[in-house]
């Protein structure tokens, strides 16, 4: 959860800035379009989500770079279904982090991806609403 303690008159994106490591699975062929002797390495990635209010049929999400070893990138959050940051506006908000297997033709995946988060910083570009004040108010308030 995260709460920026102001409100948000405009959202332009929201990215997430994030680093750690990936540790690729383990596929076995699916005797179709892969032998089914042969085992390979299943890539996976992290995949972060937001969603609006509860049964709205929307979401927002960013994936890693889809690689074993270890990363550090962005990724911006792009919608699906959606296109409107408007359930941020309050500020708050959840993202829920998770490590998910690349999809791969021709395999079953035996033992899927693992990976572990040094780091992950939410990136909010947005406009907050600034008061017009009069030189008479600005004394009044700094009395």
């Known amino acids: 959860m995260f709460d920026t303690g102001q409100l948000i008159d405009s959202i332009a ?31 996976g990635q992290f995949c972060a989500t937001m969603y609006p209010d509860p049964g709205v049929m929307a979401c927002w999400y960013a994936y890693s770079p889809a690689t074993e070893g270890a990363f550090a990138a962005a990724s911006v959050f792009d919608g699906l279904f959606t296109n409107s940051w408007d359930f941020l506006r309050d500020g708050e908000g959840t993202v829920r982090i998770s490590i998910v297997p690349i999809i791969v033709l021709g395999g079953i995946c035996v033992i899927p991806p693992q990976g572990a988060l040094d780091e992950a910083k939410l990136v909010i570009d947005y406009v907050t609403a600034v008061e017009s004040l009069t030189w008479g108010r600005l004394k009044t308030l700094f009395k």
Not at 13 to 41: Q, Y
């Open 13 to 43: 994106s929201v990215s997430i800035v994030w680093s750690g490591l990936i540790v690729a699975g383990t596929g076995h062929g699916d005797g179709v379009l892969r032998d089914s002797d042969e085992w390979f390495s299943w890539p």
